[in-house]
């Protein structure tokens, strides 16, 4: 305190204004005050006035610091002049450097409150590091962010296509960044190639050592390197010697090599052609081999039991390395000659025969062949034999020519004998002859093997009918077919009936018989159909007739179905089966609305018709003395004749009525009723009841009104 007694400055202090005024100095506050002025001894003897009790003054408080973002601080109360610390929370500083200062004071002041306080700064760390070549640490990966980063901030990074963080294609492709304290960020994660594995080794490929490219010291290889490749000696992409044979394959991002080249073998092509061999026919490629084998009686050196098979193979220049084979027919020698047989040219006797040259055609002479039932006319079946030279470098053995057998060739018949010539000349007909029985002879007849030539019988005299073609019947007129045949018997014949005919005697001359059809009878006559033979008799040679359905019938009982059938006379003398004309169906009767139906059918069928008559109430024309029926009929083309309606019997107009109204305009019929109404002031029964106001007028069955009402 400067002054005890701030009241005692401009004048002293006493008794009567006793209490002392303190001041405190500058940040203090008075805490207790009992100084004042006293008086002391005895009032009556001796006094004084004296300075009695004390006085404090106490620092000003400020109180609690107030709080401040991203700092911490003792929360205590403080009074002037002391000061409160403050210090940054982690990663906070008050210059955003990493290593910057961390903590200030704020001061007590003597007006109780603090100096102002300082900002904690989140520290800065900068932008997302970006890849520098060569230094590695950020390789192959790039942030999203561009932004300066703060602490506790993160940059995201997304690793390059291509790269992983394991190496494998579906591998983590991002990290993060945390912006740390220090203003440095946290260690990233490497992002790798992917790796495609160890070198693929392709069919017929090998690893081929380039500049950039030692494979030797590679085992695997990773994204994006390239291993290099070539074709194996006979090897290339194209096939074609000399073409080309490098290529590479790329380690993909996706860890998968890229498409290869294919080396394939170079083509020699189609293996050339080798006359009188087997062979794959196949195109030949490098290293495949072709193997001839020649075909049987056929050797390398013509020679029976040579050599026959060789292989050749297919260089890698697209050449064959060997010369192609020749196979050669194994040569047998000269002709031999055939007894009772010629050696047919251009062959001749001297001629050197092989195995590639065509059999040997050798004919028998005239009346010889290979087989004795040979065919007996010229030219012979068997008259001609081959001889083959075989693969062994024989000739095949010669057939013998044999007299042919002419007897296996005739029928000399029952009454005769056959006997072959010994020394043939060709002629058939020369080279045997019929030994027949007493009382038949010789005669030639058409041979029934083969047509055009003749040959000998022993016969009787022939006792059937001339001409021959008309006996027994003779020809159909309809399809010029015999009706019968002639048998000729010992002094006498007989007709063997076709089917349909029989045997009769005929008048003239006596005793002869012939075939005539056999009679079916009148012609059937079939109910609802016609036929123009019609009340006619019929036999098996009667051609077919025909039935036609009536008019209205069908032989389905659709209108639009056939109508016609054809019968005929049948070999057994009966009729073939009639066929039934059915009446035309004109489908369901018409459903007529307030009418009865007579009778009550289901189908309606020609020529039927079906009667409809009117219920009460009902006529065909609405007038009470109209039609109250009429029908409906089938016709014969499937449709029904026109169909009427039962109308409401109609009671005309309404009867005039006094003092009321109504519809006048309106033709009432059966079972419609006309409104009356009564004019104001008018009711049926003189009351005001509005049931009394109107009536219901109805039209009845017979036409007329029912009776009336008046107002």
């Excluded at 990493?98 to 520290?123: E, I, L, M, R, Y």
């Excluded at 290979?370 to 001609?384: E, I, L, Q, R």
């Amino acid at each position: 305190m400067k002054v005890p007694c701030r009241n005692g400055v401009q004048g002293p202090l006493t008794t009567f204004n006793q209490l002392c005024e303190i001041e405190c100095d500058l940040g203090y506050e008075l805490l207790e005050n009992t100084y004042k002025c006293e008086e002391r001894g005895n009032p009556l003897v001796y006094s004084w006035a004296q300075l009695v009790g004390t006085a404090e003054c106490t620092p000003v408080v400020c109180g609690v610091p107030a709080d401040t973002i991203h700092a911490k601080h003792p929360y205590t109360s403080v009074v002037f002049p002391n000061e409160a610390h403050y210090t940054c929370d982690l990663g906070y500083t008050l210059d955003q450097k990493g290593h910057g200062p961390k903590s200030f004071f704020t001061n007590c002041q003597a007006n109780a409150t603090f100096t102002p306080t300082q900002d904690c700064k989140p520290v800065i760390c900068g932008a997302c590091p970006l890849p520098q070549e060569g230094k590695g640490k950020y390789d192959h990966a790039h942030p999203v962010e561009t932004s300066v980063r703060h602490y506790q901030q993160t940059c995201h990074y997304l690793c390059d296509h291509g790269y992983t963080q394991d190496n494998t294609p579906q591998g983590p492709r991002q990290y993060t960044l945390s912006c740390l304290a220090t203003g440095e960020f946290s260690e990233p994660t490497l992002c790798v190639p992917v790796s495609c594995g160890t070198p693929i080794q392709f069919p017929f490929t090998k690893l081929r050592a380039t500049d950039k490219w030692d494979w030797a010291h590679e085992d695997t290889v990773v994204y994006p390197k390239v291993v290099p490749y070539e074709c194996d000696e006979g090897y290339t992409f194209t096939q074609v010697p000399g073409g080309p044979t490098e290529f590479e394959v790329n380690c993909q991002a996706t860890g998968i090599f890229s498409q290869h080249q294919e080396c394939r073998p170079v083509l020699c092509g189609n293996p050339p052609s080798v006359e009188h061999s087997q062979w794959n026919h196949a195109r030949v490629v490098y290293l495949e081999r072709v193997t001839y084998r020649c075909d049987y009686g056929y050797t390398l050196d013509g020679e029976a039991g040579g050599e026959s098979m060789r292989a050749i193979t297919c260089g890698s220049n697209g050449e064959f390395e060997e010369e192609t084979p020749v196979c050669l027919p194994v040569k047998c020698g000269v002709p031999h000659s055939a007894p009772h047989g010629q050696l047919l040219p251009p062959v001749q006797m001297d001629s050197e025969i092989d195995f590639g040259m065509a059999p040997l055609v050798y004919q028998c002479n005239s009346g010889y062949s290979t087989d004795v039932a040979d065919s007996a006319w010229y030219p012979y079946d068997s008259n001609k034999f081959q001889v083959a030279c075989q693969a062994d470098g024989t000739f095949e053995d010669l057939v013998s020519c044999v007299n042919i057998d002419d007897c296996a060739y005739v029928d000399c018949g029952n009454y005769g004998e056959c006997v072959d010539g010994i020394s043939p000349s060709g002629v058939h007909m020369d080279d045997y002859t019929c030994a027949c029985d007493s009382g038949y002879e010789i005669t030639h007849h058409d041979s029934m093997i083969k047509q055009g030539e003749k040959t000998k019988r022993c016969t009787n005299i022939n006792d059937c009918p001339l001409p021959l073609d008309e006996n027994c019947g003779g020809l159909t007129d309809e399809s010029a077919r015999r009706r019968g045949g002639c048998v000729d018997l010992i002094n006498e014949y007989d007709c063997l009936c076709q089917s349909g005919y029989e045997v009769k005697l005929l008048m003239s001359p006596p005793g002869n018989k012939t075939c005539e059809p056999r009679v079916c009878g009148i012609v059937p006559i079939l109910d609802h159909m016609t036929t123009p033979l019609d009340g006619d008799e019929v036999d098996y040679d009667t051609p077919a007739w025909e039935y036609t359905c009536d008019d209205g019938y069908s032989l389905d009982g659709h209108a639009s179905g056939r109508k016609s059938f054809t019968m005929r006379c049948t070999s057994a003398a009966t009729f073939t089966a009639a066929k039934v004309c059915k009446p035309v169906s004109c489908g369901s009767p018409p459903i007529v609305r307030n009418s009865d139906e007579s009778p009550e059918i289901d189908e309606l069928i020609f020529p039927g018709k079906v009667t409809y008559t009117c219920e009460e109430g009902y006529s065909t024309d609405a007038h009470r003395d109209g039609p109250l029926s009429f029908e409906v009929g089938c016709q014969a083309d499937g449709s029904k004749t026109t169909v009427e309606r039962c109308k409401n019997i109609e009671c005309g107009t309404v009867p005039e009525h006094d003092h009321a109204s109504w519809d006048s305009e309106n033709i009432f019929v059966y079972r419609e009723k006309a409104k009356i109404e009564c004019d104001d002031g008018f009711s049926l029964d003189q009351s005001m009841s509005p049931k009394a106001r109107w009536y219901a007028l109805s039209c009845l069955s017979d036409g007329t009104w029912a009776p009336t009402q008046e107002c």
